[in-house]
């Protein structure tokens, strides 16, 4: 098992990616609005990739689903309100039904994991957050995203808080130059890291941000330190879930660190996952030779990690045509009646993927 979570470029897989996913084996995948033209066409492509794993455990199947500007299926018609609007609905079931309409969707496409909730504090700075956050102080967070989280965690969807240790402060987007944040470990406990720290326990993984904190690690980004992610998050915090990378083709890092360089950094930092979103044919073989070198002890821990979430993952058999055709009149009855409530947020990459 290759300890990465691979993009995929279409709605089908080329030669070239069956090949290299089959010999390489990726721990699992992720799918943008590229990957889904068609319901149908989706399920066929989820169930390609699980064809290709071998061994009993399935492969991760991700998305970033969390609604408003971050939805990847809009060209299937499923276009669900934003945390920002739900939060504003101050009602545990609107959040608790816009979950529930997310997993229906999520599994019956093949996806098993959402990349999502977003557990940064709302700050209206254009750093690609704004409209995806579910409040700007902490209460606000830990229980409207607790809520969503365990309702969409109980239809068999695994999630990710993200992105830890908290970058709703960061004056810039990561899509295009590293943030940098001064704090240290003690002042993110005190304020921006309380969301995770609170819904840790009932999170089954994380996702660490790209950041520089020089006052935590003045070498390396957040996604890539040692300091932050096995320092602070599994020694200080005692986090054992699995550990995501932000994707390391976005500028933050691509800017300065070759993926196959990355992957190894984020490995040897305490992450379990990197992410290799785009173009991921080109890198995959040097990825895989550059893990090969990695000490063994570092990759036993991560595929214990690996396994454990993998063999939490469920299977669902796929709706029927006109049961998605009702879900779709349901989903967009439900979109109708929550309010967006900052449509004016700033353009991020993040939104056209």
């Known amino acids: 098992m290759l300890p990465v979570i691979a993009g995929v470029e279409g709605v089908l897989l080329t030669e070239r990616e069956r090949e290299l996913f089959s010999r390489l084996q990726p721990a699992g995948y992720i799918l943008f609005s590229r990957n889904i033209s068609d319901y149908e066409m989706t399920r066929e492509l989820t169930d390609d990739l699980r064809s290709l794993t071998q061994g009993p455990d399935l492969p991760i199947i991700a998305i970033d689903q969390e609604g408003g500007r971050v939805v990847r299926t809009a060209g299937i018609d499923v276009c669900l309100p934003s945390a920002s609007a739900l939060a504003a609905t101050q009602s545990e079931h609107t959040i608790t039904q816009a979950a529930y309409y997310n997993a229906q969707c999520l599994y019956t496409l093949g996806v098993n994991t959402d990349f999502a909730p977003v557990l940064d504090l709302g700050s209206g700075r254009a750093n690609a957050l704004p ?79 790209h950041l520089m904190l020089p006052d935590i690690d003045d070498t390396l980004p957040s996604s890539l330190s040692p300091a932050l992610v096995q320092g602070f998050l599994r020694n200080q915090l005692g986090y054992d879930g699995v550990v995501f990378t932000d994707d390391l083709c976005m500028g933050a890092i691509a800017n300065s660190y070759s993926p196959e360089h990355s992957v190894s950094l984020a490995l040897q930092a305490g992450c379990d996952l990197p992410l290799v979103c785009h173009k991921t044919v080109e890198y995959l073989e040097r990825i895989a030779a550059e893990v090969e070198t990695l000490p063994k002890a570092l990759l036993y821990d991560v595929e214990r990690r690996i396994t454990r979430f993998r063999i939490m993952l469920s299977t669902f058999a796929p709706m029927r045509f006109i049961e998605w055709r009702d879900y779709l009149k349901d989903v967009a009855a439900f979109t109708a009646s929550v309010p967006e409530v900052d449509p004016s947020a700033p353009a991020s990459p993040v939104l056209d993927y």
Not at 169 to 184: C, F, I, K, N
Request: hydrophobic share 40%; proline share 8%; net charge negative.
């Open 131 to 209: 409209g995806r956050c579910w409040g700007s102080d902490t209460q606000e967070v830990i229980s409207n995203a607790g809520v969503w989280n365990r309702a969409i965690l109980r239809r068999g969807i695994m999630t990710c808080g993200k992105h830890f240790p908290g970058m709703g402060a960061a004056e810039s987007d990561p899509h295009y130059t590293l943030p940098v944040l001064r704090g240290t470990r003690e002042s993110f406990l005190e304020e921006a890291s309380i969301p995770f720290t609170a819904l840790m326990p009932e999170l089954p993984s994380l996702m660490v941000a």
